[in-house]
Structures are given as C-alpha cells and as structure tokens.
C-alpha cells in the first residue's frame, strides 16, 4: 500500500516537473534569441569594435532626434555638465551626425595632431561648405587638399609678425577694427555705414553656420522647414557678400594704404588660386576675427569692472610705459607689461569666447586611444570646459590673472608649442589652428591699453543708480561663438593718467 501511495504521489509531480523543465528550456532559447540579436545588433553598430572601450553617451534621447535638445540655450555650461558625468570623451546622437566630444588638452591633442591626416576634414553642411565657401574654397569650411594648404599658406604668411608688424600704426589708429587691418579702410566712427553693413552680414553668416542655418544636415528630412524659413536669405547674403568684397579688394590693390588684401594678392599666382579663393579667404579673416575678437573683449569689458584692483595694476604698467618713453604703449612693449599680459591671457581661458571648436570631420575609421571613432563623424573640443578643468588650473571658476605672470609668450607661440607647455586652448588645434592669433593678440592688446591709459572701466547703473555688474553666467550664444548678455559700463577718465603729464 505504500509502495502504491509512494508511486502515485511520484506521478503527481510528473506535470510539474516537466512544466519547469519546459520553462528552462524555452528561458534558454529566448535569451539565445536575444543574444544573437543583441550580438547583430552590436555588429551593426558603428561604434563597435572588438577589443574597443565604448565612448559614454547620455542616456536620455529622443526618436530622429536624438541629443539635439541636450545641449539646451547655454552649451558651454551644459557640455561641462556632461563632462563632469561621463567624462572626457563622450559621444551625442544629433539628428543623423554623430559627434565626439572632447575635454582633456592630451585627448585632443592625439586626436587632432597624431591622427590629423584623418581628422581635418569638414562636413559638406549646404550654407557653410556650399554656399558660404563655394564649394570648399578659403581655409575654415574647406577640406584639407592641396588648394587649402596653399590657401592657408598664404593666410598664415599675411598674418604673421612679418606682415602685421608693419600695419601696427593703422591698428594703434583705430585698434576696434579687424578690417581696417585687412582692407586698409578708414573710418570716422563705430557708426560708419561700412562698418555696420560689415558686422550685419558677419552676424548673419556665423548665425546660419550655426546649426540653425544647418538643420538639413542633421536631420535631412525636414529640409522644407529650412528654405521656408530662411528663404533666399542665404543667396542673398552671398551676392551682398562678395559684391562688398569684390570692390574692396579693388580698392584695396589700387589704393595706397598697405594693408594685407593687397599683400595677400601678390602671392595669388604663385600658389595657384583665383579671384573666388582670394575673395573666401579674406571673407574668413572678416568673419574669424570680427566675431571672435569682439566677443574677447566684450567678455573683457564686462569683468573687468568686477576686479578694480586688476584695473589698478594695468593702469600702474600702461602709466610705467608712458613715463619711460613719453608716448603710448605698443604691442613691443609687450615683455615690460606682464601683468596686462597675463589678465589678457586669463581673459581668453575664462570666457573663451567659443562653446566649442570648429567642428571637425572623420575622413576614416580612428583608432585612438582605448576607443574606435568610425568614419563621418563630426568631431569637437569643449573649449569652456577644457579651460575650467581642475586638472589644469587651480581655482578655475575664478579670474585670476597672477597664473600667468610667468608666462610671457605669444598666444601664437603658446598656442603652437608643445602639448605639455600649453595653457590655452581656444584657437584649436594641428594643421587646423587658427593662423589669425597674432593679430588677435595685437588687436586686443591695442584696445585694452588705448582704453585704461585714460579711462577705468566701471558698472553701469540702473534708474535708481545702483551698480550693474555684467552677468558672468547669463549669455547670449549663437552656435558656436558665445558671449554674454547685452550690459552697460561707464568709461570714467582717470585723472592721473600719465598721459595727462606725458610732453
């Protein structure tokens, strides 16, 4: 009897038994099926490959989209924000591109110098590279062939010591100008017809670089919404553009004023370039330096009026070199100014003036470092971010220019030496690096001294005559460039300039 209960309580627990080994079995199958889907999927993915680390990547997107609504109004603060959680190095889905981002000076520098031959191109975006550029002409849109290294060439020539130099009595004249220095033009005052129409169609242009002038290269499939909102705007920007250019290059070579139009159209056939190269090339030194110059020493005008006691001690050089000499400084007398020279330098690294660098483009696979960096792949350096990097700069949320009173180089030659001497990192980076530094330097440096030798820079007031200082956080960007919000700041005269005694 119980050899019979013991055999009918063993068949009771046959149906279980087997239901649980059924589950196992089908449990097993499903996650083959899902192994071998995951592993077709990752064979599939263009940032696979084997032996590889994965580059982070936020994990908050959007369908089509993407990480395009990641960067938000502020990019700087917020790509400072992803580097603080991912890293370094990460990467953004935007629309149908995919970026890379870097923070760390090293990093970018193995990316862009050891591995420059496949990391200089450009993407072909429809105003930028198409329009803008006609196809790839000039040195900033265009892809690194042989016609942008003589183009470029030709670029870093005019804009050396050698040939700026030379122009130093024209930028003293009227130091606010960038294109004075390239045209030769003389103007009365900020408010010249010419000088406007200029900084309009700059504006304009850098304004449809950005991505909002682009939005058919990240996500192709609303192009409508592109040409319904932009219309002609962009043909007629540059039919306006190169017929200002075309005359003022006339002028410019039939003139008498040295300037570096007509320097520049002396090297013309020798490097093989035409009339359209000659016209982007000194459209890119227009559009370079009138907006990354000016938003430099906007950002100076506005923290300087933060720091008297910096004020103060700038005054106390520019005072020194007027009493010495019996005249105003020059940019020669850069070595007997270290402290001018280093509050120039501490105002480049805290506000930078650009979110990030110019895009570049992968023109093949990348193997670099610990990571793979497929073909097509737009790649960017965090500029705010690589300059407020502990790792780098003590305190670097402040403004302290005593970090670079022993440094007395150029921003030309800091900019262009060795990765471990360097301390800034805004002009970029190998065969891409900005070729306008000296005379962005030169620029900057003539309308700091030419503004404290008589004046202190002060807040601005409301209605009720309280102080306004400038916001260090709140700012106005515009793609790539960023600068801060519109403020007000009074000039008041100093009364004991040395000017005033100076014969």
């Known amino acids: 009897m119980s050899h019979r209960l013991l055999k009918i309580k063993d068949s009771n627990h046959i149906i279980p038994i087997f239901g649980v080994v059924m589950l196992g079995l089908a449990a097993k199958y499903v996650y083959r099926l899902y192994s071998s889907s995951k592993q077709k999927q990752r064979l599939n993915d263009p940032w696979y490959k084997e032996g590889f680390k994965d580059i982070p990547s936020p994990s908050e997107k959007y369908p089509y989209i993407g990480h395009m609504l990641s960067l938000g109004d502020n990019p700087s603060f917020q790509l400072e924000k992803l580097h603080q959680e991912l890293g370094p190095i990460f990467r953004l889905q935007m629309g149908t591109q995919r970026w890379v981002l870097l923070s760390d000076p090293l990093l970018a520098h193995d990316l862009f110098v050891r591995n420059g031959i496949n990391t200089s191109g450009r993407h072909p975006q429809k105003f930028s590279y198409k329009m803008y550029s006609k196809g790839g002409r000039g040195i900033v849109f265009s892809q690194p062939d042989k016609k942008w290294k003589n183009s470029r060439t030709v670029a870093l020539m005019v804009l050396s010591s ?37 900084i309009r169609d700059t504006e304009k242009g850098n304004l449809l670089v950005g991505s909002s002038g682009n939005l058919t290269s990240f996500l192709p499939g609303l192009s409508w919404i592109e040409d319904l ?19 003022l290059i006339a002028d410019a070579v039939d003139g008498d004023v040295d300037c570096l139009a007509k320097q520049m159209m002396t090297f013309k056939d020798e490097y093989g ?11 890119d030194l227009i559009s370079a330096g ?30 020194a070199i007027v009493t ?11 070595e007997e100014m270290p402290y001018i020279v280093a509050v120039l330098r501490e105002n480049l690294r805290f506000r930078s003036s650009v979110n990030f660098s110019i895009p570049r483009y992968s023109t093949d696979d990348i193997e670099f470092h610990e990571y793979f960096i497929p073909k097509d792949t737009v790649l960017i350096t965090s500029m705010y ?29 800091s900019a262009n030496g060795a990765i471990e001497d360097r301390d800034m990192y805004a002009f970029g980076w190998g065969r891409r690096v900005c070729p306008g530094i000296y005379l962005a330097e030169v620029e900057i440096f003539n309308v700091m001294v030419r503004t404290l030798s008589r004046h202190t820079i002060e807040p601005g007031l409301d209605s009720f005559g309280n102080l306004v200082y400038c916001s260090m956080d709140t700012l106005d960007t515009h793609g790539i460039t960023f600068g801060p919000k519109d403020f007000t700041i009074r ?5 004991d300039s040395s000017l005033n005694y100076s014969s």
């Open 273 to 283: 370039l035409d009339d359209q190269d000659m016209l982007v090339i000194l459209s």
């Open 162 to 198: 050698k040939f700026v130099d030379p122009l130093q009595k024209s930028i003293e004249d009227i130091a606010e100008s960038t294109v004075l220095a390239v045209f030769g033009k003389t103007t009365q005052s900020p408010d010249d017809p010419f000088i406007r129409q200029i």
């Open 491 to 495: 000039l008041v005269e100093r009364k």
């Open 324 to 334: 010495k000499y019996g005249r105003m400084p020059v940019f020669s007398d850069r």
């Open 385 to 413: 971010t690589m300059h407020m990097r502990p790792e780098n700069f003590s305190e670097p949320e402040k403004f302290i220019p005593e970090r670079f009173l022993d440094d007395m180089r150029t921003w030309s030659a």
């Open 290 to 319: 009138e907006d990354t110059t000016s938003l430099s020493m906007s950002w100076l005008f506005g923290i300087l009026p933060h720091y008297p006691d910096i004020q103060r001690k700038m005054c106390a050089e520019i005072d």
């Open 229 to 247: 909102y932009h219309g002609n705007t962009r043909e007629k920007l540059i039919e306006h553009r190169d017929q200002d250019l075309k005359k």
